[in-house]
């Protein structure tokens, strides 16, 4: 099993719509937690850190369930300029071992 | 703040020949980069953790010979691929982490623009 799972899509969704996102990890030791989004052929660039109690901001909401072991994005009001990949990023242990889902892609459709 | 450039930001090479890519933090400082290899429609794999000052930590399967890193200072690390081969043509990525600045999250890595490597 990976150790982040990601659904690679494409989710293809319209303009205002909502969709959300979910990754899975599978080491319980994992302690930050992260959404990237990465434009094609661009650099990633990180979209918000995801927090225990959950966190907002602006269309974006992110949660966390250790419970289950996932992470959650869900982007509201879909704009065409949300295409791209989201990459979800785990870290664990103090050696910051940082490890990338493979993505998942999202095209807004006018 | 949290500016990380990478030069060259492309490069061809011959097979065979070495290549040396830059990742500097334009204006924080970083104890820790790390290095990235993302080949076409695949995520990130990362290669190697460098700090500055000790030698890099490599990944498994990662060849610490081919793949060389150095990091003197806390705002520059090195990769130079050693003899390289058209295998070895990717996207390459540096991120460094946000360091002791009171501005920036230390947990976060903010990542270079890249380099894309082709090698014939």
């Known amino acids: 099993r990976k150790e982040v799972e990601q659904d690679p899509g494409p989710f293809n969704v319209p303009e205002g719509a909502t969709v959300a996102f979910n990754c899975t990890y599978s080491?319980?030791?994992?302690?930050?937690f992260f959404w990237y989004r990465q434009d094609c052929r661009k650099e990633p660039k990180l979209l918000m850190s995801?927090?225990?109690s959950g966190n907002e901001d602006g269309r974006f909401t992110a949660q966390l369930n250790r419970a289950s072991q996932y992470i959650s994005l869900l982007i509201r009001d879909s704009k065409l300029s949300d295409s791209a990949t989201y990459l979800c990023?785990?870290?664990?242990?103090?050696?910051?071992?940082?490890?990338f889902g493979t993505g998942t892609k999202l095209q807004v459709i006018p | 703040g949290a500016v990380v450039s990478q030069h060259p930001s492309w490069v061809i090479c011959k097979s065979g020949t070495s290549v040396k890519i830059e990742c500097r933090s334009l204006?924080?400082?970083?104890?820790?980069m790390f290095w990235y290899r993302q080949f076409p429609k695949q995520s990130l794999m990362l290669m190697a953790t460098?700090?500055?000052?000790?030698?890099?930590?490599?990944e498994q399967g990662v060849e610490k010979d081919k793949f060389l890193i150095n990091h003197a200072s806390l705002t520059l690390s090195t990769l130079t691929v050693t003899s390289a081969h058209p295998e070895d043509s990717s996207f390459y990525i540096c991120?460094?982490?946000?360091?002791?600045?009171?501005?920036?999250?230390?947990?976060?890595?903010?990542f270079g623009p890249g380099t894309r490597l082709t090698v014939l």
């Open positions: 991120s460094a982490l946000g360091g002791t600045s009171g501005s920036l999250d230390t947990d976060t890595q903010y």
């Open positions: 080491n319980s030791a994992s302690q930050s």
């Open positions: 995801v927090y225990s």
């Open positions: 990023v785990v870290k664990r242990g103090g050696y910051q071992k940082v490890t």
């Open positions: 204006d924080f400082q970083a104890t820790t």
């Open positions: 460098s700090n500055e000052g000790s030698k890099a930590t490599y």
